[in-house]
């Protein structure tokens, strides 16, 4: 590609069908309509992103060099952005539905359930403990 074309959010926006299929990674535009039956994650992973920022979504899952590689591929320009355009998906700091969740949301639910697990194991053990005594002292 000897010329950067430059498309807006608008113009990425416009692009979300299977046949017509824009994403935004790192405020590059990508043409992934001619890869969207060869995703290993599906079609639906990016039907959807389609049109938007999917840098999130592609960081989450750690995509391979491979994977890289054939984003490289698919590059059909930079994206320009303008005033009222949503802001990179990589600086929101919540998660909103539809959206994958981040690592730090899920290390944060990691945690709680192996702090569950263990107030569980620890409730149970001294249950146990209670139980084998009183039949103990009854016999």
Avoid: W
């Amino acid at each position: 590609m000897s010329e950067t074309k430059e498309l807006t959010y608008s113009d990425v926006s416009e692009h979300t069908s299977k046949k017509d299929l824009y994403l935004v990674v790192h405020d590059k535009v990508y043409n992934c309509s001619s890869f969207v039956d060869e995703h290993p994650g599906g079609e639906e992973v990016l039907l959807d992103v389609g049109g938007q920022d999917a840098t999130e979504a592609f960081e989450d899952v750690g995509h391979s060099d491979e994977a890289r590689e054939i984003l490289n591929g698919l590059l059909i320009g930079n994206l320009k952005r303008q005033a009222g355009d949503p802001s990179p998906s990589t600086s929101a700091p919540s998660s909103t539905p539809g959206r994958p969740q981040s690592a730090t949301d899920s290390a944060g639910l990691g945690i709680g359930i192996y702090a569950l697990i263990l107030v569980g194991g620890a409730l149970a053990f001294f249950a146990y403990q209670y139980l084998a005594s009183n039949s103990q002292n009854k016999s």
